[in-house]
């Protein structure tokens, strides 16, 4: 079966995330998202694992669904149109924070573990360890190589993936404490490596062009700290529905098991330019090194980002390699936001999006599948030419740089100045309400 799968959030639990980040608002996401296989995350957390195993039972094969008596109050909140399956894999993010080769190293990575007394084994090693009650993804203090042969020492089901690869200062390749190869970082252990997760400010593209990725599989997922941004990356599976069918898909990389990725825009991650926030320059590589990677402002090291770092480590690459199956979206709250000139979280903008996922049916089913000319029924003016921009690429770009989320428009000032009566009166909200 076809599905959609975002492998990597967070709870509650850990810092900088939404209080209602639990397990019923994340099943109701999902749903209204269309996401199919949803990321538990943090469950090195004792209290999030504790929920995990009060809230969920096994379903298929290593997936997990809510007990009946939870699912029976949360689907009055999921439109008929976005009713379907979704289920839980058992996830957690978890950071290395040490010295190697002269520089100090900070390496986030993705577990995944396909049975809850597998997690619990685990964890148990893991408190030992570290504080893995002080954050959702807990700090520890030794080479991410020897996190990687426990995690498969307690399971060789398991999947261990480097997060995020390319951000700054917490990744395997990030222009401040990173590596520039696998091998470099995971030493004898680089062969249990089958995966890399882009992040948001990189895409497949941009990473292809790096021949050290040449026999990795390219995931992207959200690294959702509410339940809002669930689903903003997800990857494209068609294998049954089940925990070793995924990891299969992933290893194999067979682009007819895993057959693509929704992407975000990379130029609105916070990490697609160099820059310095501070001084309010947003650089692109050649004009760092014109600058010789120092801030013109305040004459302090500018941040090295991501389109950066890529170029920087391809520069001995032949690769041209283009991938297949890739998305490019924008959040629909977004677009609505910017056709409606309102804060995408206002009531009127929240009641918009939900009556179009009541007409229309999930999210990413709107924002990538639904045929254009469907949604020009919408009722929401320029709704349908929007996202037939953002499907083109037809789009204006204002790029992210040292941790300043950048702005993707699909539209003129000038275009939008001549909804103001919409913005005044609404009525386009007002056909779909």
């Known amino acids: 079966m076809n599905f959609l ?12 995330t939404s209080k209602n980040t639990d ?26 694992f504790g929920e995990l195993k009060n809230k969920l039972v096994q379903a298929e094969e290593g997936l997990y669904r809510p007990k009946k008596n939870i699912s029976g109050k949360i689907d ?48 148990r090693r893991l408190k030992r360890l570290g504080k893995t009650e002080s954050n959702g993804r807990p700090v520890f203090t030794f080479d ?15 999947m261990f993936i480097p997060a995020h690869i390319w ?11 990173g590596f520039d190869s696998i091998e470099e970082c995971f030493g004898d252990f680089s062969g249990y490596i089958f995966a890399a997760e882009t992040g948001l400010s990189s895409d497949p593209d941009m990473c292809r062009k790096f021949s050290g990725l040449d026999k990795i599989t390219l995931i992207s997922n959200s690294d959702a700290h509410s339940p809002l941004k669930v689903g903003r990356e997800a990857n494209i599976f068609n294998t049954s529905l089940c925990y070793d069918s995924i990891i299969s898909a992933i290893k194999r990389g067979n682009p007819e098991e895993f057959t693509g990725t929704v992407e975000y825009y990379p130029e609105e991650g916070k990490y697609y330019a160099d820059g310095h926030r501070n001084c309010r320059q947003s650089l692109l590589p050649e004009e760092t090194d014109r600058y010789g990677g120092i801030c013109p402002v305040c004459r302090k090291k500018i941040t090295i980002g991501v389109l950066h770092r890529i170029q920087k480590l391809s520069v001995k690459s ?54 254009i000319d469907v949604l020009r029924n919408s009722g929401i003016p320029l709704l349908a ?39 005044n009166g609404l009525s386009g909200i007002q056909a779909v309400l």
């Open 5 to 16: 799968a975002d492998l990597h959030i967070h709870s509650r639990f850990s810092l900088a």
């Open 23 to 48: 397990v019923e608002n994340l099943y109701v996401a999902a749903r209204k998202k269309g996401i199919t296989v949803l990321g538990t995350g943090d469950f090195t957390h004792p209290g999030w």
């Open 76 to 123: 009055k909140f999921i439109p008929e149109s976005c009713r379907g399956i979704t289920r839980f894999i058992l996830t957690s993010e978890v950071c290395n924070i040490y010295t190697k080769g002269g520089k100090t190293r900070k390496v986030h990575s993705i577990i995944l573990l396909p049975e809850l007394s597998l997690v619990e084994k685990l964890n």
């Open 144 to 158: 991410v190589a020897n996190i990687l042969e426990m995690v498969f020492d307690v399971s060789d089901r398991a």
């Open 167 to 177: 951000t700054p200062w917490y990744s395997i390749f990030g222009s401040i404490s």
């Open 318 to 371: 032949k690769n041209k390699t283009t991938t297949t199956g890739c998305f490019k979206t924008i959040p629909l709250l977004e677009i609505l936001s910017e056709i409606f000139q309102l804060n995408p979280v206002s009531k009127k903008i929240m009641r918009c999006y939900n009556k179009l996922l009541e007409k229309f049916g999930p999210e990413l089913y709107i924002l990538n599948f639904i045929e």
């Open 385 to 423: 030419e929007a996202i037939e921009r953002m499907r083109k690429n037809e789009v204006i770009i204002t790029p992210g740089f040292d941790g300043k989320y950048g702005t993707i428009k699909l539209f003129k000032k000038e275009e939008i100045e001549g909804l103001k009566i919409l913005r």
